[in-house]
């Protein structure tokens, strides 16, 4: 997931808008972090609701190798975290909508 958004950035968005244009190279690794760990905290707490239906197909972790109290403040940890970068930056890039979306897509992906 991060390499696809360095090479879209780097391969189409400085190409057509120039470096001044977009997100330093600071806030943008604060972006792509908050990313994967927002999307990070979505895959455990998938795993945490789905674990009849993940057993089907594939290994379940949770509720063997990993308590199921420790997934969830595994989801937690990660989510806020993930939160807490992107809200810093969606505040430093006075960006509300940023801010809006991370929360919005932290959300959906508990209701997932």
Known sequence: MA??????R????????????VLSDL??????YSIVLIAAGG????????IKVDA???EVLIGRKIKRRK????????TVSGLGIG?????????VLLGAILIFSAYTLWLY
């Open 43 to 50: 895959y455990v707490i998938n795993d945490y609701f789905d």
């Open 71 to 78: 997934a969830l403040i595994l989801h937690l940890l990660v």
């Open 27 to 32: 806030y943008f690794a604060l972006l792509v």
């Open 87 to 95: 809200i810093y930056l969606a505040y430093n890039i006075r960006s």
């Open 10 to 21: 780097y391969s189409l968005v400085i190409p057509v808008y120039g470096k001044s244009a």
């Open 56 to 58: 089907r197909n594939k």
């Open 3 to 8: 390499l696809i958004q360095y090479l879209i």
